[in-house]
Antibody, heavy 120, light 111 residues
């Protein structure tokens, strides 16, 4: 079974940094693009960032461009999201999601999410 | 304001048919990019319901169906059941934004 397990969510002060991780299992990790999607409290889904299977191509939503960095370690089957200059509006559940192809085609399996709270 | 437009809510009695629309533009759905649908039950992660406009993953009941035409797509639920109460999101790729876009989500209520 495909499984995605996020970790690293925490309470952080505005302007702070945080790194999220997503451990993948049950599929050939390097063959698939991956994304981070967030959901603010009581709100809808917002795609944050994506990365190709090889890791050579990265994509970002305008709301996080220049502040967040997505990366992956295919030797460890792990996806990361480094978040800098955090703002209150970054408060959300962050989900890691597997794509259906090696580039951005469409998301299929999602993790259970990790909660990030940005507050003083 | 989401790039893809969905109605905030739809409702129906058990056994009825409901549809959810998803309207995009020439840079996403109208450009030929596929539309996917996700179901999110309260307190849980989203689950893929329809991929590639009209395809159901294994395990998804055939009560759920998807279609796409022009700059719009729709999700239909026939034989509505109490367990279908959830939020439903459409998703596609946008060439102008160079990334994925979601609709605002539609809450389905079973009366």
């Amino acid at each position: 079974d495909v499984q995605l397990l996020e970790s690293g969510g925490h309470l952080v002060q505005p302007g702070g940094s945080l790194r999220l991780s997503c451990a993948a299992s049950g599929f050939t990790f390097s063959s698939y693009a991956m994304s981070w999607v967030r959901q603010a409290p009581g709100k809808g889904l917002e795609w944050v960032s994506g990365i190709s299977g090889s890791g050579t191509s990265t994509y970002y939503a305008d709301s996080v461009k220049g502040r967040f960095t997505i990366s992956r370690d295919n030797s460890k089957d792990t996806l990361y999201l480094l978040m800098n200059s955090l703002r209150a509006e970054d408060t959300a559940i962050y989900y890691c999601a597997k794509d259906r192809g090696s580039l951005l085609i469409g998301l299929d399996v999602w993790g259970q999410g990790t909660t990030v709270t940005v507050s003083s | 304001q989401s790039v893809l437009t969905q109605p905030p809510s739809v409702s129906g009695a058990p056994g009825q048919r409901v549809t959810i629309s998803c309207t995009g533009s020439s840079s996403n759905i109208g450009a030929g990019y596929d539309v996917h649908w996700f179901q999110q039950l309260p307190g849980t992660a989203p689950k893929l319901l329809i991929y590639g406009n009209s395809n159901r993953p294994s395990g998804v009941p055939d009560r759920f169906s998807g279609s796409k035409s022009g700059t719009s797509a729709s999700l239909a639920i026939t034989g509505l059941q109490a367990e279908d109460e959830a939020d439903y999101y459409c998703q596609s790729y946008d060439s102008r934004l160079s990334g994925y876009v979601f609709g605002i989500g539609t809450k389905v209520t079973v009366l």
